[in-house]
Every structure is written in C-alpha cells, then in structure tokens.
C-alpha cells in the first residue's frame, strides 16, 4: 500500500509542475502617416515595416502577401523589400477591404459591397447594403464563411459573399477602422487612435484589451489585416478531467513495472 502511495503522490507532482506555453501571431496595419507596420500579438508593439502610399485598408492574401487600398487604387505590397506596386483604379471609391481563405478579393466603401480583380484592380458592384456604411474595415471568418464588417456609427456586420448582411450590434467604441483575426479566433478591432478591442461576434460589443505602443504621435490606424481565416475556439477539458486521467494513466503505469520486478503493491 505504502508503495501504491508513493506512486500517487509522484503522479500529482508530475501533473502540478506548470507547462510554459505561448501562441504568438501578428497583426498588420496601415496608418494616417502613409506607413505600414506590424504589431507584435505578445506586447502590443508596432513596428514600421514600409513607406507606402495613405492606405484606406489593406489586407493579406492566403500567401501572405499584402495588399493595400487607396480610396481610389489597388497596390500590392512587398514587406520584405519595403516597397509597393501599383496595380490599378477601382472605379469605385472603396474603405474597405478583405480576402476570402480562397483568394478572392473584396472590399466596400459607403453602402457598396464590391468583388474586387487583383490583375485589374477593377471594383465590381455586388450589393448595396440598407443601412450600412462602410467605416474602415472588413476581414473574412472562413469558419463561418463570411466577412466582418464595421459600419459608421461603430457597429459590427457580417456579410456573406453575395452581399447579404446582418448587423449585429454597436461596438461601444469609436472610429473602429481595423478588424483583425487573432490565432484563437478572436476578433480584433483598431481604433484610430490605437486601442485594441476584442469583439464579441454575437453582440458586437468591444471590450478594451491595451493601447497599442510605439506608433508615432498622432498617427492614427487606418486599417488592420490578418490572414483570412479565423480558428473556432477549442473546447478544452476542465483542469481537474486532465488530472484525472493524468493520475490514473500513472497508476496503470506504476502497477505495470512494479508488476514486471515482481512487487506486491499490497505489502
């Protein structure tokens, strides 16, 4: 018994030692003073990664190459080298803009919602959404097959690809211009003036998470891009389930090679 014992207490020692682990990603934004940057998802920090022209919005590919939005042109942009490409007119004037996990291309400005050619950079009408005014930003949830959106006035939509659109609630903070997806899927907005928000997507309501550091006075966030994707929360087990089936895979364990030195775990 005393040997079963000193078993269990071993199993509890080796479940209570703490495991250090981190999920780090990136957001990219597009800020008032014609720069792009990165902001570090661990400290908040942002970091200047080029000089482009004033982007409205920008966006990331499935291959993660950036794209970025005038309210009249389209650009591509290389981070590595910290240079731009133009590529062409919209024809539309457009705020907003958003790949699907697929690589199609879409953007919105005012009540519009629009597909958008990357060869091209031609804007082509989809819909034109009651009640909706483009703000700043839409960012696709391929979990839920479709964009998040921010409307002027604050508020969070969803639109799918044929331009159908809900909203779903007031955020409760001002001038939300980026939308971002961070790795556990959840949905990140930017303020102009640098605040962080988590958005509840059955609410819309924003909850503050910190004040972004390092952007220069007064430059203000224009837009935000993540990959186009987004990763429906992990249902994980209670913490006391996990310990439970931790002890007793030890025990079977412990019973195994005391079994094998031909130990009597009753003496």
């Known amino acids: 018994m005393k040997k079963l014992l000193s078993c269990l207490l071993l199993s509890v020692a080796a479940i209570s030692t703490p495991i250090a682990s981190a999920q780090a990603g990136t957001f990219y934004v597009s800020t008032s003073r014609s720069q792009v940057g990165v902001i570090d998802d661990l400290t908040g920090f942002y970091t200047q990664l080029a000089s482009t022209p004033r982007f409205t919005d920008i966006a990331l590919d499935p291959l993660d190459e950036l794209w970025g939005i005038t309210f009249s042109q389209l650009y591509s942009v290389n981070l590595d080298a910290g240079t731009y490409n133009y590529v062409g007119n919209l024809g539309a004037s457009l705020n907003a803009l958003g790949f699907t996990d697929d690589g199609a291309l879409y953007g919105s400005g005012g009540s ?9 950079g031609a804007a ?6 009651s009640g909706f005014s ?29 331009g159908t659109a809900t909203k779903v609630g ?6 939300v211009y980026g939308l971002a997806f961070g790795d556990n899927g959840t949905l990140f907005g930017y303020t102009a003036n640098g605040n962080q928000l988590a958005l509840n997507l059955a609410t819309g309501a924003g909850t503050f998470v910190r004040q972004i550091s390092g952007l220069n006075s007064g430059e203000n966030i224009w837009g935000a ?18 310990a439970g089936f931790a002890v007793i895979a030890l025990i079977l364990g412990c019973k195994a090679s005391y079994k094998l030195l031909g130990i009597n775990l009753e003496n």
């Open 112 to 120: 519009g919602f629009y597909s958008v050619d990357t060869s091209s």
């Open 170 to 175: 007031n955020i409760g903070y001002s001038a």
């Open 225 to 242: 891009a993540s990959e186009p994707d987004a990763t429906a929360p992990v249902s994980t087990p209670e913490p006391s389930v996990l």
């Open 134 to 162: 483009s703000s700043g930003d839409i960012v696709f949830d391929a979990a839920r097959n479709l964009f998040w959106a921010t409307s002027s006035g604050d508020s969070l939509w969803s639109i799918t690809q044929d």
């Open 124 to 129: 082509s009408l989809i819909s034109s959404i």
